[in-house]
T-cell receptor, first 115, second 114 residues
Framework: EAEVAQSPRYKITEKSQAVAFWCDPI?????LYWYRQILGQGPELLVQ????????DSQLPKDRFSAERLKGVDSTLKIQPAELGDSAMYLC?????????????FGPGTRLTVT | AQTVTQSQPEMSVQEAETVTLSCTYD???????LFWYKQPPSRQMILVIR??????QNATENRFSVNFQKAAKSFSLKISDSQLGDAAMYFC???????????FGAGTILRVKS
């Protein structure tokens, strides 16, 4: 069964450093999501792509976070510079479409620790 | 804006017994979707069950069923014949048809005792 792939699974970085996460959605899924999950809380959407276009980045801290999905397939989320408060699990998800109730399939996540 | 509230941080159930996880939500929309997701330790989140608000019939998936009370804005998950593999964090979430994002609750940790 197809799965959403993410790498790395774990990342430790010092504050003020740059860090990047990669996501490969399920083939054929037009919609890709990046969520941030702080320990003990539910995931919160950071950015959503429809193909290569951003459709929602209202919760993305744009002064330090950036995301791209250049060819409408895989995606990269970058943090520059990282801050202590960025320590969290970063989840990638994909769905066939973003509207209605299409199921979102989640990857295993990248656990980021900023020291 | 949508909000989702899960008031039970942690629940326990004996193997083979039944447990109900609570969820309330708030939305001004008349049409929306509700979900329960399961997040096992160190594994990816998976969809357990989905309910479309315009459908009055409660959704069921094998041992999992929901009690959807639209007027009360309540969406509880019942797990029957609990198994050790059901131990996980469970998230309730909502979404509007034209909206893009899932709005999650804070989650409920379910522990299953053998």
């Amino acid at each position: 069964e197809a799965e959403v792939a993410q790498s790395p699974r774990y990342k430790i970085t010092e504050k003020s450093q740059a860090v990047a996460f990669w996501c490969d959605p399920i083939s054929g899924h037009a919609t890709l999501y990046w969520y941030r999950q702080i320990l003990g809380q539910g995931p919160e959407l950071l950015v959503q792509f429809q193909d290569e276009s951003v459709v929602d980045d209202s919760q993305l801290p744009k002064d330090r976070f950036s995301a791209e999905r250049l060819k409408g397939v895989d995606s990269t989320l970058k943090i520059q510079p990282a801050e202590l408060g960025d320590s969290a699990m970063y989840l990638c998800a994909s769905s066939k479409f973003g509207y209605e109730g299409y199921e979102q399939y989640f990857g295993p996540g990248t656990r980021l620790t900023v020291t | 804006a949508q909000t989702v509230t899960q008031s039970q941080p942690e629940m326990s159930v004996q193997e083979a017994e039944t447990v109900t996880l609570s969820c309330t939500y708030d939305t001004s929309e008349s049409d929306y979707y509700l979900f329960w997701y399961k997040q096992p330790p160190s594994r990816q989140m998976i969809l357990v069950i989905r309910q479309e608000a315009y459908k009055q019939q409660n959704a069921t998936e094998n041992r999992f069923s929901v009690n959807f009370q639209k007027a009360a804005k309540s969406f509880s998950l019942k797990i029957s014949d609990s198994q050790l593999g059901d131990a996980a964090m469970y998230f309730c979430a909502s979404k509007t048809p034209y909206g893009n994002k899932l709005v999650f609750g804070a989650g409920t940790i379910l522990r299953v005792k053998s």
